[in-house]
């Protein structure tokens, strides 16, 4: 599911960035959570790979009907990603809604 099979003998310290992102996110994903919690889990990442690992991320997780709370502080990266959005301030709901063109 994370196109890892080419890397099963690999250490993680030989991977790529997104190589490590998509273990990361294998590791994550195997016990089938109903909920998953992604902290700025692709800001490190060039604009390309980011955009490419996203949208692949979404089709994973809607395809095993995992719920996903992604944070982000950059409001183009979070709308890019989601259904809905909520901007929290001090810890607390401020806006939500859904995201346009999903």
């Known amino acids: 599911m994370c196109q890892l099979h080419a890397f099963a003998s690999r250490a993680i310290t030989a991977m790529s ?12 994903i195997a016990p089938c959570p109903r909920f998953l919690l992604l902290d700025e889990l692709l ?10 690992l996203r949208d692949e991320l979404a089709v994973l997780l809607r395809g095993l009907d995992i719920i996903a709370i992604f944070v982000a502080h950059d409001q183009d990266k979070a709308m890019a990603f989601t259904d809905d959005v909520a901007a929290m301030s001090h810890g607390r709901v401020a806006q939500s809604g859904t995201s346009k063109g999903r």
């Open 17 to 28: 960035d997104v190589q490590r992102h998509r273990v990361v996110l294998a590791r994550a």
């Open 43 to 52: 800001s490190a990442l060039h604009t390309s790979l980011r955009e490419t």
